[in-house]
Every structure is written in structure tokens, then in C-alpha cells.
């Protein structure tokens, strides 16, 4: 049975001061967190919140060796450095990597609160984009990735996915010297996508020598051992050519299925009670959950009705037979309840075909490389030339085969025979008077179905920047990129052969043959047909080969970008100079793919790939400004307003569906008003926009199979096929934003070593393009909703047997919510230092909106499958580093609030929870969640800016697993809580 289930708290927070209190207890409480140094004393490399910075120095790259300081543009604005941005910033450094026993900058900023990690790969296989699996790909505010907007040093990156998403495995960590992050619109000044926010990696460009670092992990369970390699070298050439390249290699073996944790073993599924059947809830969350109809072996089904009014069916002599390997029939072992999918209790413990083989994280080996070269022509023009590549092999599986409810003839020839009268199938038959019987199986002996998925990834990139008076500068880029990706499916089944197969029947010569070429019409004659044995696991390999076949999905992206900008000061007022900058872009993104025939007609039981062709062609431009109103006044030590807007012309192709243009305006304006230098406020309002991508519009069409509870059936549990792709006619997305903080930034004594920030945001887009979820369209038609009735086919019997799921502008998606940040130095005289950064994000609202009304998913931890995803109402995730000379003691905790499981349910636990109700569940609670890693770090200095660093650690060290919900993978949400369990990790870093 499940674990006990905390009561859900009260859905909101009532006031700010609640989460600012509520973080630092869990701060003490041991979520604790790494402090960035005090600016007064800034160490290369140490990451510093850009928004609260008063001068670029304050952001001095790490590897600066000569006591230079660069211009810094920082994120979130194209303007010069030493604007302090109104948009709030957070910025994750190299040290963070470092302190954490982190080899990927995704894995980093997938541990601040305001990102979830919705693409990992350890979540990818739940959605994977067009089959791309094992990638790392970030997703601000959990609006999905595709609204974030990731760029290499502020310029696009080539994609690595159908969607225009950017794989961070592609970008090596090694070189990375800082990534700065806005926590809000930011379309007006880069483009399209930025709608959740932008995350940008910033490379180190000024290395001189060697760095490089090796580590290697491995869980208690003893899977997902993995190693990483980085190696990155700098140097100049000359006075005026520095010249930077870097390496990395990684290899994880992964995590095999839910069987592979005690916590999914204890199969916690969600069980629907039968039609009619009052006496429990319309879902139930409980332990020892079982398919009671795909047995690995097989077994005689019951008619739908049989299930009506009860909780077990009303069986049938030939109802409930199951086979041996052999196909020796016996009674199948049914629960205490039991509907046409699954039961609770009975036989089958731990073999469950709709999860079977599904990675808890995909293996995956992955290289990236990238050089890059500075020449300074002269003091005010620079040429760079940078050149990326990257590979990554990735492993999942398509979903095995299973038929809960196929039909099996009285003259089929692999009939069992028992000498026992009640497990004899023909007497059966004949004492019954009928003709065929319903049977159903989890083909497991067709062998693991799996996908390979290879990607490959080219980037050049040729920039100049120069000076063109000491007011103003320039710089401009042309970019190439082109991503190569395949995934191959093996062995796979084809559901129209596997039906034809399992009709099998003795032809006039006795011999065994499918029904199709027995009969008396040649036209649906298939010669190459084998007659398929479902009793047991008797099938012949010609008839598993016959029902089986390969197949293929190729996806080539090419990008060009042509962009350019200048910037510069205008005029000075009495508060300082009016600061402006204009640029433009031009951007053409095109996708081929191809698919081999069977997938084109969606033959295969789940997978099929598709042909993509599609391009899309942008011409945009923009100018931003900056006038500051008041500068050292007894009121006001800085009050400054900024704005920005951008023109973007779109024009979409494709060979598959009709062109298109459309033309789109951003806009963003926002104010700093410091009143003294230890407060500052900052407010911003931005119109964002996302438009549908290559893969949106005209990419595959696939078809899975799902499982819905259907409402308008009583709740009754069926497991249809779901066809899902793309449209043509989607619109641009829209997005209105809006933040307002307060930083804290004291001076002097105590208070100088404590920074704070601490910032509301509301973000609406409307046009929001999403796919309903089958469970959503099914409970919406249930509501009264024709338009999702129409994307639903029913059976005879009434039982849902389809769903169509493509892309839509739905109505409306609503996200608001509070970041705060808390860092502090301490010393502690001859004990050393103690360093604190705790980071926290609550969400008051998550809202989705269509034709019958809202559903908030702020809170929601669960993760049902055919349901869009929620996220946790508070996170705290927090750092502290303890140094004692060449000694570092790391302890990083995070916490994750109680919630609920499905916004669609009510459980006892909430208010208006009735038995009777469709949607009422057992219960509805998740319980929260504490993690708590430590690392030990030993620095050795063998000579100026050289250094040789061993590390160890332990990640989870409670061994903390999921909460026992039913999840997409069998039980426990992967995406928000981590399924690896205990972990340990060493390493070693040189600098030289």
C-alpha cells in the first residue's frame, strides 16, 4: 500500500513576508545555500546577481589574467555595461559547478527554482521532441522550453530539436564562464521565443593555459554510473590573437525501468472504479496496482458489461484463463478489485506492459567541442571566428506491444486443450454457444522495441565589433548552423499485421495460415502472412519477424542569422547620458525530415515517424533606450526608465501545407528608482510573442496509445490510441509580462557581507500553443465541451477508442508567482569562511484556460500522463559553502512543498470532495520533499594560477525517493522529484 499522504496545505501563501520567512527556516532547517562573495571583494569566477551590479567590474570574467576589465553587455538589455537592468537577473557561475560536483550548466540551472527540468534525461522519454531523447534543454517557469530562449554569448544558437530548441550537451561546460538568466519577457530585445525568459551562456573567451576536470558517479543501486570529461586551453598569440578551445565527453549508463527502485515497486497506480459502482471513488490511489488484462502470457476477457455496477466482473466460464510459457490454461489470479485495465492485488507483481522498458533516465554518450578565436586588428576592431560541434547517442524505447481486448475464433488452430472440462477452451466455447471469445496480452516475448537516436551539430560563427567614436560601437555576425538527427527504431510492431496474425486458421491442406489467405476473397490475400500463437509465449520467430520491422526518423535543421547592432550614448542629461541601441536581424531556420513508409502511414503501434519540410524566414528590427531622470539626489540616488520595441516579419513554407506571412510587434519599457544605494526598486511590462516553430506547423503526425478515465462512462478506464501532431493554422502566441522587486544591497560592517532580492512576476499568453492532453479532452467533453467531443471516437460498446490531439492556439495561459534570493559572507577569523545563497520561487498561479474555464496547476506535483504538467507552489534551494584554507566543505539542500497530485481530482483532503463525483479520488495529496548533498572539496596550489583539486561527494544523502503517485514512467513524477536515489560522485580539476 502507498505510504501515508500528508494533507495538502492551503493552495496560496497569503503574503510576501510568508515565503521570505518560509526560506529561512528551511535555510536553517538545512536547505542551506553558497552565497556569491560581497562585490566589495569580487573573485573572478564567482557568480554575482548582474541586476544589482553598479559597474562591469563587478562581473569581471574569470581567467582575466593581465587586470583588464571588458565591456559587459549584460542579459536582458543590448545596451552598454554599467546599466543596471529592471529585468531581474540571476546568474549562475562556474563556482556553483563546482561546489555542486556539476559537469552540465543545464544540470546547474535545472537546480534554481524558477526552471523545471521537464527535459532531462531523465524526463525526456515522457515527451520526447520528435524522438529526441537524453538531451538537456531548458524550460523557464515550466511554460515549456520552447518559450525560453537560450543563446551562446547573446547570439542564437543552431537548434538541436524540430521544436528550435537548444541542446546545452552541444555547448561544453568547460569553457562556460557564467550563465545569466532573465526571469522574464525579454522578446523586444532578442527575438522570438523569450517568452518565459532568456538564459544565456556566456563562454570564457580570455583563458590562458590549461584547465580541465574529470569525474564519475554512480547510484547505491549501482546503475547510472557515468563519467565526464572536460578539457579547455587558452593562450595568446602575440600582443593581439587569444585563441580558446575546449572539450567535453560524457558516457551514462542510464537507469533501466520502474522495477529498477523499491519505490516503483510498490506499484502505486491509480486504479478507476467500475461503472456504476459507487461504493469507492472514481479513481483510487493505491499499491499492488496490476494490469489485469495484458498479462504477459495472456488471458480470456470478459465483455464490457461484465464489469458494469461491480467491482470484480461477473465472469464467464471462459472468462479469466490464463496460459504457462507453454500455454498450459489455468485460472488467471485476479484482486479485490478489478476494471477492464488494471486491479489491485492478484498476480503479475512487477509485470506491467504499459510501462515495461520505459528508461527511468536514458543512456546516453555525448561530445562537444568548440574553438574560438579573438584578433584585435586594432584598438577599436576585433574579428572572431568561433566553431562548435557536437554529437550525442541516446538510447529509449518505443511502448511494447498490447491489446487489451482482441478477438480469438472457436477454429483458431492454437486453441489449448486442458483435461480439465473448466479450463478447456473448445468445450467451453461449445457449452456456451459461442462462437469466439475476447482475449488479451502483453506481447513481451516480441522482444525490447527500441530507438537509437543520433544527433549531430555544426556551428561557425564570424563576428567583428569596433568603436566608432567614444560614444558609440558596433558589432555585427553571420552564423551558420546545421543539426543532424536520426533515431532508428527496431523491431518494432505493425498493428495491422500483428491483427491479421493472431486470426489464424488450418487451411484444406491442414496447414496453419492467417485467416486473410484461407478465405473466399484473394484481394486480402497477404502471402508474407504468419500465423501468430498469443497462448503463452509460443509465437514462432517467422511470426514474430512478420510482425515486426524497422523503422527511421530524420530531422536536418539549417539556420543562417545575419544580425548586427549599434549602441552607443546620445546625449547627457544632468542625471547622465541618454544611452540608445538599434540593430537588426535576419534569421531563416528550415527543417527536411523524411521517415521510412510504414511510419508515413502510421503502421507501427507507437513511434511512426513522419516527413517535415518547413521553413521560416525572419526580418526584424529594434532600438532600445535608457534615459536616466535623477543621479545623487538626497531622494533619489538613481531613477532611470528604459524601453525597447521590435518589428519582426515572418514569412512560413513549406512543400506540405500552404505558405504563409505575418508580421508581429514587442515592446518592453521598464524603471530603476534607487533611493539610497542599499534599495533599489525595479519594475518592467513587455509585450512577447513565440512563434510556432518549423515542427508546430508542418512536422510528423504520430500516433501512441494512452490511458483515460472517461467521466461520461462513469470513470471507466479504457486505453485508446491518441494521434498528436502538428497544424498548419496556428497563430503567434502573445504574451503580456510583468515584474516588480526590490534589491538590497547594504554597505558596511554586518549588513555589507548580505544581498537580497526579491521579485513578483505575472506572465499571460494568450494564443498559447499547447496540446489538450487525451485525459483533458475526455474530461472536457464530459463538461459539456463539443469541440473536444469531436477529437474523440467511440466503440460500439462506447468505450473511447481514439483521440485526436494536435496542436492548438488554446485559449490561455497564466503564470504568477515571487523569486527571492538571500546571499551572505561570513567570516570566521582563523576557522575560515562561511558562504550562503538560498533561492526561492513561489507559485501562486498557473493557470490554463479554455472554453469551460480555468484549472490552476500551481501546487500540482503529480504527473498523470494525458494531463498537462503542474508545478510545485514552493521550492527552496539553497547553498552553503564552508572554507577552511585549501579545504571546502559544500551542503546543498533543496525543498519542495506538499501539493496534489491532479488538478482534474478531489480528494477527501479538499474542499468539495463528493464519492459520487467523476472526478473524486482516494485521495488527491503529494507530500512534500527534502534533499540534502554534500561535497568535500581539497584544493592544492602548486604555483601561481596553478592548482590541482580533488573532490567527493554524496547526492541525496537520506537516499530520499519520490512520493508513492502514480507517474508517466509507473509510480513518482521524474521530472520534479529525482528518481536516482543515493549517489556518489569523485573528480579532480587542474588549472595550469
Not at 135 to 142: E, F, M, N, V, Y
Not at 547 to 573: E, M, P, Y
Request: charged share 20%.
Amino acid at each position: 500500500m502507498p505510504e501515508r499522504i500528508d494533507i495538502m496545505p492551503a493552495p496560496y501563501r497569503s503574503t510576501l513576508a510568508g515565503v521570505s520567512a518560509a526560506a529561512l527556516l528551511a535555510a536553517l532547517a538545512g536547505a542551506p545555500a553558497h552565497a556569491q562573495d560581497a562585490p566589495a571583494a569580487p573573485v573572478a569566477g564567482t557568480p554575482q546577481d548582474a541586476a544589482t551590479q553598479d559597474s562591469p567590474a563587478d562581473t569581471a570574467p574569470a581567467g582575466v589574467t593581465d587586470g583588464a576589465v571588458e565591456d559587459i553587455v549584460v542579459t536582458g538589455t543590448r545596451l552598454g555595461g554599467g546599466f543596471s537592468a529592471p529585468s531581474p537577473v540571476s546568474v549562475v557561475g562556474t563556482a556553483r559547478l563546482e561546489q555542486r560536483g556539476i559537469a552540465n550548466v543545464a544540470d546547474a540551472l535545472n537546480e534554481v527554482p524558477a526552471f523545471r527540468a521537464s527535459n532531462t534525461p531523465a524526463s525526456g522519454e515522457l515527451n520526447p521532441n520528435a524522438g529526441y531523447v537524453g538531451g538537456r534543454i531548458l524550460d523557464l517557469r515550466g511554460l515549456g522550453a520552447v518559450r525560453t530562449l537560450t543563446l551562446v554569448d547573446g547570439k542564437r544558437f543552431v537548434p538541436s530539436t524540430t521544436q528550435a530548441t537548444v541542446d546545452t550537451n552541444m555547448i561544453p561546460s568547460i569553457l562556460l564562464e557564467r550563465a545569466e538568466v532573465v526571469t522574464g519577457g525579454a522578446s523586444a530585445q532578442y527575438g522570438s521565443d523569450a517568452v518565459a525568459g532568456v538564459a544565456n551562456l556566456i563562454l570564457n573567451h580570455r583563458l590562458e593555459g590549461i584547465r580541465a576536470t574529470a569525474q564519475t558517479g554512480v547510484t547505491k543501486y549501482g546503475d547510472n554510473g557515468n563519467v565526464t570529461i572536460g578539457l579547455g586551453a587558452g593562450t595568446r598569440i602575440g600582443d593581439n590573437v587569444r585563441f580558446v578551445i575546449g572539450g567535453e565527453y560524457e558516457n551514462s549508463q542510464g537507469i533501466g525501468d520502474c522495477q529498477a527502485r523499491p519505490f516503483c515497486r510498490t506499484e502505486v497506480l491509480n486504479f478507476g472504479r467500475n461503472p456504476g459502482y459507487l461504493a469507492l471513488p472514481a479513481n483510487n490511489i493505491l499499491g499492488d496496482v496490476r494490469p489485469s488484462t495484458v498479462p504477459f502470457n495472456g488471458v480470456t476477457v470478459p465483455p464490457t458489461a461484465a464489469y458494469s455496477g461491480r467491482p470484480t466482473p461477473l465472469l464467464r466460464p471462459i472468462d479469466g484463463i490464463t496460459f504457462g510459457p507453454d500455454g498450459t490454461p489455468r485460472r488467471f489470479q485476479y484482486g479485490s478489485l478489478v476494471n477492464n485495465l488494471y486491479m489491485v492485488g492478484g498476480e503479475g507483481e512487477g509485470r506491467n506492459a504499459y510501462f515495461k522498458d520505459l528508461y527511468f533516465s536514458a543512456p546516453l554518450e555525448r561530445y562537444a567541442v568548440t574553438a574560438n578565436v579573438d584578433w584585435e586588428v586594432s584598438p577599436g576592431l576585433t574579428f572572431s571566428l568561433m566553431g562548435n560541434y557536437g554529437h550525442l547517442t541516446s538510447s529509449y524505447s518505443a511502448t511494447v506491444y498490447r491489446n487489451p481486448n482482441f478477438t480469438i475464433r472457436n477454429d483458431n488452430p492454437f486453441l489449448p486443450r486442458s483435461s480439465d472440462p473448466s479450463l478447456d477452451i473448445p468445450t467451453l466455447l461449445a457449452q456456451g454457444n459461442l462462437t469466439s471469445f475476447q482475449m488479451g496480452k502483453g506481447f513481451v516475448e516480441l522482444g525490447r522495441p527500441d530507438i537509437t537516436t543520433n544527433n549531430d551539430l555544426y556551428r561557425i560563427v564570424a563576428s567583428v565589433k569596433g568603436t566608432i567614436s567614444s560614444r558609440f560601437d558596433w558589432d555585427a555576425y553571420y552564423q551558420y548552423g546545421r543539426n543532424e538527427f536520426r533515431n532508428d527504431v527496431t523491431n518494432h510492431t505493425i498493428t495491422s499485421r500483428m491483427l491479421l496474425a493472431l486470426d489464424a486458421v488450418r487451411d484444406p491442406s491442414g496447414q496453419i495460415v492467417c485467416r486473410v489467405n484461407a478465405d473466399a476473397n484473394p484481394a486480402n490475400n497477404d502471402p508474407n502472412c504468419v500465423a501468430f500463437n498469443p497462448f503463452g509465449q509460443q509465437s514462432s520467430q517467422a511470426a514474430r519477424d512478420y510482425v515486426t520491422a524497422d523503422g527511421f526518423q530524420t530531422n536536418n535543421t539549417t539556420q543562417h542569422v545575419v544580425a548586427g547592432n549599434i549602441r552607443g550614448k546620445l546625449f547627457d542629461l544632468p542625471a547622465g547620458a541618454v544611452a540608445i541601441a538599434v540593430g537588426g536581424e535576419y534569421r531563416s531556420d528550415s527543417v527536411q525530415g523524411d521517415a521510412d513508409d510504414l511510419s508515413r502511414s502510421l503502421a507501427f503501434f507507437s513511434a511512426n515517424g513522419s516527413r517535415v519540410s518547413g521553413k521560416i524566414e525572419v526580418v526584424e528590427g529594434y532600438v532600445e533606450g535608457e534615459i536616466p531622470i535623477l543621479r545623487g539626489e538626497s531622494f533619489a540616488n538613481e531613477l532611470s526608465i528604459s524601453g525597447a520595441i521590435r518589428r519582426t516579419r515572418y514569412n512560413r513554407s513549406s512543400e506540405l501545407a500552404p505558405s504563409s506571412d505575418l508580421s508581429v510587434t514587442t515592446y518592453k519599457y521598464g524603471a530603476v528608482y534607487e533611493p539610497i544605494p542599499a534599495i533599489r526598486f525595479r519594475a518592467t511590462n513587455s509585450r512577447d510573442i513565440r512563434a510556432p516553430n518549423v515542427s508546430e506547423l508542418f512536422g510528423p503526425t504520430t500516433a501512441i496509445s494512452g490511458i483515460v478515465t472517461d467521466p461520461s462512462r462513469g470513470g471507466a478506464q479504457t486505453n485508446p490510441r491518441i494521434f498528436s501532431g502538428s497544424n498548419p493554422s496556428l497563430r503567434p502566441e502573445r504574451a503580456d509580462t510583468f515584474t516588480a522587486g526590490v534589491v538590497l544591497k547594504p554597505s558596511g560592517g554586518f549588513l555589507g557581507r548580505f544581498r537580497a532580492s526579491i521579485d513578483y512576476y505575472e506572465i499571460k499568453v494568450d494564443d498559447a500553443i499547447a496540446t489538450l492532453g487525451q485525459q483533458n479532452i475526455a474530461t472536457r467533453c464530459f463538461e459539456g465541451l463539443q469541440s473536444a467531443c469531436d477529437l474523440i471516437v467511440r466503440g460500439a460498446d462506447g468505450s473511447i477508442t481514439q483521440v485526436t490531439d494536435v496542436l492548438q492556439n488554446v485559449n490561455e495561459v497564466i503564470n504568477r508567482g515571487v523569486d527571492a534570493e538571500i546571499e551572505y559572507r561570513q567570516p570566521l577569523g582563523a576557522l575560515g569562511d562561511v558562504n550562503f545563497r538560498l533561492l526561492t520561487t513561489y507559485v501562486k498561479d498557473f493557470i490554463t484556460v479554455d472554453a469551460v474555464g480555468a484549472t490552476n496547476r500551481a501546487g500540482q506535483t503529480g504527473l498523470r500522463g494525458g494531463t498537462p504538467a503542474g508545478l510545485p507552489d514552493l521550492v527552496l534551494d539553497g547553498l552553503v559553502s564552508w572554507t577552511l584554507n585549501n579545504f571546502t566543505l559544500n551542503a546543498h539542500g533543496r525543498f519542495i512543498n506538499s501539493g496534489f497530485y491532479n488538478a482534474a481530482f478531489v480528494g477527501p483532503e479538499q474542499d468539495g470532495y463528493d464519492q459520487n463525483l467523476v472526478n473524486s479520488s482516494s485521495t488527491n495529496a503529494v507530500p512534500s520533499r527534502g534533499y540534502l548533498d554534500l561535497l568535500a572539496q581539497y584544493k592544492l596550489d602548486y604555483g601561481p594560477d596553478r592548482s590541482f583539486t580533488v573532490f567527493l561527494g554524496i547526492d541525496n544523502v537520506t537516499n530520499t525517493m519520490p512520493p508513492l503517485n502514480p507517474g508517466s514512467h509507473g509510480t513518482g513524477n521524474a521530472i520534479i522529484f529525482s528518481p536516482f536515489g543515493q549517489t556518489f560522485k569523485a573528480g579532480l580539476r587542474l588549472n595550469y
